[in-house]
C-alpha cells in the first residue's frame, strides 16, 4: 500500500481526512450505484363499473385512480431514465485553493506520480497543521493553482526545469517571479524533505530578482503631531492604533494581535508594551518597549469606554489602512500615509536619537540578515538627511 503523506502521519496516520459533503434532494427515481433502473411492465388500470360505485365508493375510486397514476408517472420516468447514460463522478476535485471539493472520497496518497492537485492539497493541510499565516497559504495556493494551469495534469516527478523557467517569464514584474518562486521553492521542499517521494528539486538554480528597497516615506514632526491630535479627535481607540505604529513602530499583524494583558502601566507614567508572539518561529521578534506618560492615560480611557475581551483591537487588516488614511487626510498631510510609513516614520526617529544599525534591528523585531541590514540602514540615511 502506499504511505501516506507525513500530514497524516503525524496524526497517527490510520485515517486519511475525507471530506464531508451535504446531502442533496433525492430524485423521484433512486437507485444505488451500478444497479439497473428497470420499468414495470404492463401497469393495469384497475375498471371499476359504474353501476357498482356506491358514493363510499367513488371515494376508493379516486384513489385507486390516483395511485394508478402515479404508477403510470413512475414508470414513464424509469423508461426515461433507461435512455441516459450514467455518468460516473470524479473521484474528488481540488479548486485552486487547494481545496477538495464534490462528493465525499478519500484523498490518494502521495507517491511521486501524483498530479499536482493532489499534492497541492496535502501541502495546504501541512501548512495549515503547522499554524503559518492564512495570507501565506492563499499566496502559495494562488501560484501553485497558476502554475498547474500553465503546465496541465501533470506528474509530480515530470515537472522539469524548463516549466520552472516558462512559468516565472510569463511575468513581467521582479516582484511577481519572485512571489512565483518562493512558493515552488517552499512546495517542491515540502515534497523532498517532508514528503520524500522526490530527489530532485526543479527550482534549483533559480535565483530571485533583485528588488531595490523602496525610500521609506515618513512624516515630519509637524506632520506627526497632526497625525496624533486628529487621531484624539476622532476617539481614544483611533488614537491610540495611531500612537501603536507611530511612537512604538508596530506593524499592523502585530497592532492586531496584541492583547491587553500584554500592557503594563502599573507604573503610572512609565508605561510598557510587550511584543509577544505565540508561533516559536518568531520568538526572537519578541521585545519590550516603552511608551510616554500620555499613553497610560489613554489606555485606561480605551479599556473603559471598549471593554475589549482576548485582543485590544478587533478589526480586519484592510480596516486599519482606511483608518491611517482616513486620519492622514483629516489632517491634511499630503503623503500616501500607510502602517508602514508610520513604522518608517517611528524608525527614522529612533536613528535621530541615536539608535544604530544594531539598535533599530532589536527595537523593530527583525533578524540581523543582510537584507533587514540594508533596510534599518535607511533610516540611518534619513536622519543624517534630516
Same mark, same amino acid.
Given at each position: 500500500?502506499?504511505?501516506?503523506?507525513?500530514?497524516?502521519?503525524?496524526?497517527?496516520?490510520?485515517?486519511?481526512?475525507?471530506?464531508?459533503?451535504?446531502?442533496?434532494?433525492?430524485?423521484?427515481?433512486?437507485?444505488?450505484?451500478?444497479?439497473?433502473?428497470?420499468?414495470?411492465?404492463?401497469? !393495469? #388500470?384497475? +375498471?371499476?363499473? @359504474?353501476?357498482?360505485?356506491?358514493? $363510499?365508493?367513488?371515494? /376508493? *375510486?379516486?384513489?385507486?385512480?390516483?395511485?394508478?397514476?402515479?404508477?403510470?408517472?413512475?414508470?414513464?420516468?424509469?423508461?426515461?431514465?433507461?435512455?441516459?447514460?450514467?455518468?460516473?463522478?470524479?473521484?474528488?476535485?481540488?479548486?485552486?485553493?487547494?481545496?477538495?471539493?464534490?462528493?465525499?472520497?478519500?484523498?490518494?496518497?502521495?507517491?511521486?506520480?501524483?498530479?499536482?492537485?493532489?499534492?497541492?492539497?496535502?501541502?495546504?493541510?501541512?501548512?495549515?497543521?503547522?499554524?503559518?499565516?492564512?495570507?501565506?497559504?492563499?499566496?502559495?495556493?494562488?501560484?501553485?493553482?497558476?502554475?498547474?494551469?500553465?503546465?496541465? !495534469? #501533470?506528474? +509530480?516527478?515530470? @515537472?522539469?526545469?524548463?516549466?520552472? $523557467?516558462?512559468?516565472? /517569464? *510569463?511575468?513581467?514584474?521582479?516582484?511577481?517571479?519572485?512571489?512565483?518562486?518562493?512558493?515552488?521553492?517552499?512546495?517542491?521542499?515540502?515534497?523532498?524533505?517532508?514528503?520524500?517521494?522526490?530527489?530532485?528539486?526543479?527550482?534549483?538554480?533559480?535565483?530571485?530578482?533583485?528588488?531595490?528597497?523602496?525610500?521609506?516615506?515618513?512624516?515630519?514632526?509637524?506632520?506627526?503631531?497632526?497625525?496624533?491630535?486628529?487621531?484624539?479627535?476622532?476617539?481614544?481607540?483611533?488614537?491610540?492604533?495611531?500612537?501603536?505604529?507611530?511612537?512604538?513602530?508596530?506593524?499592523?499583524?502585530?497592532?492586531?494581535?496584541?492583547?491587553?494583558?500584554?500592557?503594563?502601566?502599573?507604573?503610572?507614567?512609565?508605561?510598557?508594551?510587550?511584543?509577544?508572539?505565540?508561533?516559536?518561529?518568531?520568538?526572537?521578534?519578541?521585545?519590550?518597549?516603552?511608551?510616554?506618560?500620555?499613553?497610560?492615560?489613554?489606555?485606561?480611557?480605551?479599556?473603559?469606554?471598549?471593554?475589549?475581551?482576548?485582543?485590544?483591537?478587533?478589526?480586519?487588516?484592510?480596516?486599519?489602512?482606511?483608518?491611517?488614511?482616513?486620519?492622514?487626510?483629516?489632517?491634511?498631510?499630503?503623503?500616501?500615509?500607510?502602517?508602514?510609513?508610520?513604522?518608517?516614520?517611528?524608525?527614522?526617529?529612533?536613528?535621530?536619537?541615536?539608535?544604530?544599525?544594531?539598535?533599530?534591528?532589536?527595537?523593530?523585531?527583525?533578524?540581523?540578515?543582510?537584507?533587514?541590514?540594508?533596510?534599518?540602514?535607511?533610516?540611518?540615511?534619513?536622519?543624517?538627511?534630516?
Amino acid at each position: 500500500m502506499p504511505r501516506p503523506p507525513a500530514s497524516a502521519r503525524k496524526s497517527g496516520g490510520a485515517t486519511r481526512p475525507r471530506l464531508v459533503t451535504t446531502e442533496t434532494e433525492a430524485s423521484p427515481v433512486t437507485k444505488t450505484e451500478n444497479e439497473a433502473i428497470e420499468a414495470p411492465e404492463n401497469v !393495469p #388500470t384497475p +375498471l371499476f363499473p @359504474v353501476e357498482e360505485i356506491s358514493p $363510499a365508493g367513488a371515494v /376508493a *375510486q379516486e384513489e385507486r385512480a390516483a395511485v394508478s397514476a402515479f404508477q403510470r408517472g413512475k414508470a414513464q420516468a424509469a423508461a426515461q431514465a433507461k435512455t441516459v447514460r450514467a455518468i460516473q463522478p470524479q473521484l474528488f476535485s481540488i479548486n485552486s485553493k487547494g481545496e477538495l471539493i464534490s462528493p465525499a472520497a478519500e484523498i490518494p496518497a502521495l507517491n511521486s506520480s501524483s498530479p499536482l492537485d493532489v499534492a497541492r492539497w496535502w501541502f495546504r493541510s501541512h501548512l495549515e497543521q503547522l499554524n503559518r499565516p492564512k495570507n501565506t497559504i492563499a499566496s502559495y495556493m494562488y501560484d501553485l493553482a497558476g502554475f498547474e494551469e500553465y503546465t496541465g !495534469p #501533470t506528474a +509530480l516527478d515530470k @515537472v522539469t526545469s524548463g516549466d520552472v $523557467a516558462a512559468y516565472l /517569464a *510569463q511575468s513581467q514584474k521582479k516582484s511577481t517571479r519572485k512571489r512565483r518562486l518562493t512558493s515552488l521553492g517552499a512546495f517542491f521542499k515540502y515534497l523532498i524533505q517532508t514528503e520524500k517521494i522526490l530527489d530532485r528539486d526543479p527550482t534549483d538554480n533559480f535565483f530571485a530578482d533583485y528588488i531595490p528597497l523602496k525610500t521609506p516615506v515618513v512624516l515630519n514632526q509637524r506632520e506627526q503631531e497632526a497625525l496624533l491630535e486628529t487621531a484624539t479627535q476622532e476617539n481614544i481607540r483611533t488614537f491610540l492604533m495611531i500612537y501603536f505604529m507611530v511612537k512604538l513602530g508596530f506593524t499592523r499583524t502585530e497592532l492586531l494581535a496584541i492583547q491587553p494583558e500584554h500592557i503594563d502601566v502599573s507604573d503610572g507614567p512609565n508605561p510598557v508594551v510587550y511584543v509577544s508572539y505565540d508561533d516559536k518561529r518568531w520568538l526572537k521578534k519578541e521585545r519590550k518597549l516603552t511608551a510616554t506618560p500620555d499613553f497610560t492615560q489613554a489606555f485606561q480611557r480605551y479599556i473603559e469606554t471598549f471593554q475589549p475581551s482576548r485582543k485590544l483591537f478587533e478589526m480586519l487588516p484592510q480596516s486599519v489602512n482606511k483608518l491611517v488614511e482616513r486620519v492622514a487626510r483629516d489632517a491634511e498631510i499630503n503623503k500616501k500615509v500607510t502602517p508602514q510609513s508610520l513604522r518608517d516614520t517611528f524608525a527614522v526617529e529612533e536613528a535621530r536619537n541615536g539608535a544604530n544599525t544594531i539598535d533599530l534591528l532589536k527595537i523593530l523585531g527583525l533578524a540581523p540578515d543582510p537584507r533587514n541590514r540594508m533596510s534599518v540602514e535607511r533610516y540611518l540615511k534619513l536622519a543624517v538627511a534630516a
